[in-house]
């Protein structure tokens, strides 16, 4: 069976069979181990004397490796893998081999004025259409030849455009989604996301699908004109401020001012006692992290993740998940007819007659006959590529 790879976590991992293997990415290995050779050398800091005559400085120097990790990954016909990698403010786009997964890179392109979010390859030119993220909280879609470190911008604007998407059968046809933004003083707004389809060659752009109280994200194109994609219900939290949110803002005000300054001095007690101050009064940390694992960030919506796989284990799912039945696989034919062929589902890709999809606890795939098999169990896959 050709390759399948899958994201989970920040991390990458190849599906051989039905075992889970890490793949090794270099270029992210190497930059975390720089920037852990670079505090080491600053460790006189934060230790013996050091640290003394550093006082309170020095806190701000330990080593944060959260913001590096892949992003988005491509298959070639050479049995090779492209993937792009979030390094702190800037990216690396590197080659690499599926034989051998432990050979040395190629690199492909290394910038550090933007951050590639998403990807799609182009076997027939040797190109890529990233999602890049340029400043604020904008997005746009570039293309990028693998022989040329230069990128060509495709859009513009306060907007995020993602998940770029070529046509099989011409990929001059570019379809992407995208949402717009609104900047308030506080806080910024998100438009419902829209799918587009671009003409590379002539310029001219097509919304396919667009709805005020929906989501419409993460375009694939099959080699019929079928185009598939994931709708949710529109939602932005805490995106759009009421007269009533205002009001609670200022009563609670002061509420949030002393649980600022208790967790700094917990911070400080945590750092120089081993102990915080947290432990010994108030709610029971136990419930604390529950909460945080039942309340999960999905695609930039708050799920509640046991009562979603609770109900959809009371529904007599094969394979329940974690993401709401309200989140559907759509399939739109050539004559624009949408059909539901699944619920449930945070990310999906498609490869020959089969569906790859998760629901946020399993990699699942359906074959031409409608039927189920479970490929492997990891939670949150944000991208499926095969």
Not at 39 to 59: E, I, P, V
Not at 143 to 167: H, K, V
Not at 187 to 209: C, N, V
Request: some cysteine.
């Amino acid at each position: 069976m050709a390759a399948l790879l899958y994201l989970s976590n920040q991390n990458l991992y190849l599906l051989d069979g039905n075992k889970s293997i890490t793949v090794p990415c270099q270029a992210i290995d190497l930059y975390k181990k720089n920037l852990v050779e670079i505090q080491q050398r600053k460790d006189w800091k934060t230790k013996g004397t050091g640290a003394q005559f550093m006082g309170a400085l020095s806190q701000n120097d330990e080593v944060d490796l959260n913001h590096i990790f892949p992003t988005d990954v491509a298959l070639t016909a050479d049995h090779k893998m492209i993937y792009t990698a979030c390094l702190q403010e800037g990216t690396s786009i590197n080659i690499k081999s599926l034989t051998d997964l432990h050979e040395t890179e190629g690199l492909v392109l290394r910038k550090n004025d933007f951050v590639v979010q998403d990807m799609a390859y182009d076997e027939s030119k040797k190109r890529l259409a990233l999602s890049v993220h340029t400043q604020g909280y904008e997005r746009h879609i570039c293309i990028l030849p693998l022989d040329a470190n230069r990128t060509q911008y495709l859009t513009e604007g306060d907007c995020q455009d993602s998940n770029p998407c070529f046509d099989p059968r011409d990929t001059m046809q570019l379809y992407y989604d995208s949402c717009g933004l609104a900047y308030g003083e506080h806080r910024i707004a998100y438009s419902p996301k829209e799918i587009f389809h671009l003409d590379m060659g002539t310029g001219d752009l097509q919304t396919i699908a667009s709805n005020p109280k929906y989501d419409f994200f993460k375009p694939k194109m099959d080699g019929q004109g079928n185009l598939y994609f994931i709708k949710r219900p529109y939602s932005r939290d805490g995106a759009h401020q009421s007269p009533l949110t205002t009001f609670k803002d200022i009563i609670f005000a002061p509420f949030k001012i002393i649980r600022a300054i208790v967790g700094w001095l917990d911070f400080f007690t945590q750092r120089y006692t081993g102990e915080s101050l947290k432990t010994t009064s108030g709610n029971n940390p136990a419930k604390s992290q529950q909460k945080s694992e039942e309340e999960l960030f999905v695609e930039g919506n708050l799920i509640k993740a046991q009562q979603n796989l609770e109900r959809n284990q009371k529904a007599g799912e094969k394979y329940p998940g974690m993401i709401p039945n309200s989140w559907e696989l759509i399939k739109m034919t050539a004559s624009g007819e949408m059909i539901v062929l699944k619920k449930g589902v945070m990310s999906f890709a498609l490869k020959d007659n089969s569906i790859f999809y998760s629901n946020g606890k399993y990699l699942v795939e359906i074959d031409q006959n409608n039927n189920e098999t479970l490929r492997v169990e990891a939670k949150l896959i944000s991208k499926i590529i095969c």
